[in-house]
């Protein structure tokens, strides 16, 4: 008789491994394309406005006009294309959004070829993690997946869409683990990397090795300096909730012009030409701009000018709807405020001018640290992106900085806080006859110390606000609940007696598994 195995292979691990391969070689293949097609059009642009003439400009004008009405039309289709697509791909994977997977395909593509190519301030990084979840849903469907399988291949192809984008492999399955996923088991990150990999493959096949923000600096910087970072960070803190607080209100601004929301992306279109007649150097996501810190450092006046329009712009090219990512802004405007408060220090005498272009790398990290709240990202995403890793330590701190002003000036990461302002308004809709419910938290409860993120909260209930003594909390998903806190939850009322229930019964469960 034949003894069974004592360890008997479970090929589950390497299954997954496999459709995250597929999934990341067909992402690095969709996501090359759209990248080169966007640096094309990006140098022709270039090009056309450094040879103006009047009937060019009228040329220009006339095919922005036109590009502007196809990417509305595009929007009206399909709205869920918009903006640069990492709040819905979030919303998927938590089950609150769903979308067809080709529409978003083909429709995310061209859309955003179309938006960003022309040189408008925004970035591929969104679309590419958006087209990446694209194909990993399709895929999925091909192959008959359903459930948690289905979110995996769905999580892969947005690791391998950053992968791609960024030549950022490890980065990418970071990102997806701690911004949009927010699961760390086994099967999802081992098949996030095999994507992630699949799909940098592809992109460094055909944009070569050189990595995608090459910044080239003499030596680190000595700890006797790290002082700056602290100052750096708060600063960093500071602009980041400046930026979060302008970007969430600007469909409100726009809803003052009183234009579809779908045309609104004619005002960026028209706005980009008078800004590419004068420099068009500046036009673009702003990786042109980073590199080429590598050459020169403008002087502080300029660097300050630069930032403001970059700023003002980026807020503008996103607020209007139109299908680009912040990722790569917010990279760029990190880089221009380290590069102002670098030369600001140097001409003070505070800071030996050879290390300006290490904090204008490191503010890099300390930015997308502060507004996206994914520290763990940002310092992997620049250490590859950079090329170099002697400086993780510095970035660290600095990110570290950046992240806790900005928790503490009340914060929220923004993709989360995107979502939510998605999400909302569909979750209202639901609920036909409003009512409140206030359920307290006790001391030593389950509840008692738990992110508002780590909860399921049932999907007919909206959590309005958390009372804290005689303060009201406006929840994100990293406010922690204490105990003493009320809960004010908003439900249908012919339901309150069940959400009541079912609340109680998911705190229960979860006490349970604590005491295993």
Known sequence: MQKPSANPVDPTRLKFVLFGLLVGLLTGGVVAAFRFSIERILAVMQGLYRGATPG???????????????????????PNISGSGIPQVEGQLQGEMEFSWWSILWKKFVAGIVSI?????????????????????????????????????????????????????????????????????????????????????ISLYVFGEVPVLHLIYSRPLPITLYWHLLLLGVLLGVLGLAYQKALLAMPKLFSYTHIPRALQGLVPFLLVIPIGLIDPAVLGGGNGLITGFNHSIPALGVLVVIFLLRFTFSMVSYGSGLPGGIFLPILSLGAVIGAVYAVFMANVGWLPRIYEINLIIFAMAGYFAGIGKAPFTAILLITEMVGNLTNLMAMAVLALVAYVVVDLLGGAPIYESLLRRMTTQNRLEAIHRMDRLELPVYAGSVLDGMAVRDFMWPKETLLMAIRRGEDSVLPHGDTVIHGGDTLVILTDTSKRAAVRKRLHELAAQLAERADE
């Open 117 to 201: 190519g022309p040189g408008l301030f925004l970035g591929r990084e969104g679309p590419s993690i958006q087209l990446g979840a694209a194909v990993g849903q399709g895929v999925a469907q091909g192959f008959k997946k359903h459930g948690a399988d289905r979110r995996i291949m769905i999580a892969a192809g947005a690791a391998g869409g950053l992968a791609a984008a960024f030549n950022a492999p490890i980065a990418g399955t970071m990102f997806v683990l701690e911004e949009v996923y927010h699961n760390f088991s086994p099967l999802v990150w081992i098949t996030s990397l095999a994507s992630a990999v699949g799909a940098n493959f």
């Open 56 to 78: 060019l400009i009228a040329l220009i004008v006339l095919a922005s006009v036109l590009a502007g009405l196809g990417v509305a039309w595009l929007l009206k289709s399909e």
